[in-house]
């Protein structure tokens, strides 16, 4: 069993930034890719980017050119670099530990004048 946390979330005004952290309990090299969602109500959960364990990366299209994911083996943990950021953002963003059923709680984000 492994638990996903992110953290980082808040109320941030457009063109801001934030910092999103997914610490996992276990090493998560031992996955082939974690990722990053995020869901609005009454919509879907929608991919924003994941990272392979050799550091290959995919992104939305809503979020290339701002938005940065990165991993770190030794600290058990995936970030996720958020700049210029939309009132469109807004959204619950969860971690997920790619092929498995591995997912956080979520942390909110809201982008607000």
């Known amino acids: 069993q492994v638990q996903l946390v992110e953290s980082g979330g808040g109320l941030v005004q457009p063109g801001g930034s934030l910092r999103l952290s997914c610490a996992a309990s276990?090493?998560?090299?031992?996955?082939?890719?974690m990722g990053w969602y995020r869901q609005t109500p009454g919509k879907q959960r929608e991919l924003v980017a994941t990272?392979?364990?050799?550091?290959?990366?995919n992104y939305a299209d809503s979020v290339k050119g701002r938005f940065t994911i990165s991993r770190d083996n030794a600290d058990y943990t995936v970030y996720l670099q958020m700049n210029s950021l939309k009132p469109e953002d807004t959204a619950v963003y969860y971690c997920?530990?790619?092929?498995?059923?591995?997912w956080g709680k979520g942390t909110l984000v809201t982008v607000s004048s």
């Open positions: 997920h530990a790619t092929g498995t059923t591995y």
């Open positions: 276990r090493s998560i090299s031992m996955f082939y890719a």
């Open positions: 990272i392979t364990r050799s550091g290959n990366t």
